[in-house]
Every structure is written in C-alpha cells, then in structure tokens.
C-alpha cells in the first residue's frame, strides 16, 4: 500500500514557475522501486500523463512540457517533484501524483494504482 500527498499548487502568472511535491508514505518497499509520475485533468478534458520516471531514473514528458517541466524523485525523502517553468495559462489543471509497480506498460490513468488527492495549478495570462 502507498499514500501518496501532493502540494506546491496554487496560482501564477504565465511564465512563472511552481514546484510540485509529492510525499509517499506507508510502502514497504522504496520508492525507486516503482514507477511514478504526475498526471494532469483540466476542467472539460481527459487526464493526461504529464512526467514519469521509472525504477531505472528513465523520464518521459509529454511534448507540450518538454523544456520547461523537469521530474525528479528524492528515495531518501521518498519523495517526487515536478519543477515547472515558464508556466503557460494551458498548464491549468489539477496534477495528480501516480505510482505503481513497473513496468507500466502504457502511459495512461488505468496503468497507476496509487493515486494522490491532487493539487490546483491555475496560470493567469
């Protein structure tokens, strides 16, 4: 079993940058053991993988945020961030924190288990 907590949301201009964490909890295993990452839902949409990184430090983004988002996890913190750069008013959304165990065969919502309660970004133009 994995909990997973999301904060660093909250609102910014465009071009401004916000700094995801993601605190996991209650596994017996470390964190670089599985496969974790951020996806995103706004208002209207279907969710979408944003970043993930597996148990091997291998990272994917998807190409709207390629350049400006940068994954990276902390296994002695047990946690995973998402830094975010030159934020565009496109980027809002709710960004969830995902993991499962790998491989995850296919980026997409139903391949992750574990799911954080999500966090708000909002970029104003």
């Known amino acids: 079993q994995l909990h997973l907590v999301e904060s660093g949301g909250g609102s910014v201009q465009a071009g401004g940058s916000l700094t995801l964490s993601c605190k996991a909890s209650?596994?017996?295993?470390?964190?670089?053991?599985?496969?974790m990452g951020w996806f995103r839902q706004a208002p209207g949409k279907e969710r979408e993988g944003v970043a993930a990184?597996?148990?091997?430090?291998?990272?994917r983004y998807v190409d709207s945020v390629k350049g400006r988002f940068t994954i990276s996890q902390d296994n002695a913190k047990k946690t995973l961030s998402l830094q975010m750069n030159s934020l565009k008013p496109e980027d809002t959304a709710m960004y969830y924190c995902?993991?499962?165990?790998?491989?995850?065969?296919?980026?997409?919502?139903?391949?992750?288990?574990?799911w954080g309660q999500g966090t708000q970004v909002t970029v104003s133009s």
């Open positions: 990184i597996d148990s091997d430090g291998n990272t």
């Open positions: 209650a596994s017996e295993y470390p964190i670089e053991n599985y496969c």
């Open positions: 995902v993991a499962d165990s790998c491989p995850v065969l296919d980026w997409a919502p139903y391949e992750y288990i574990y």
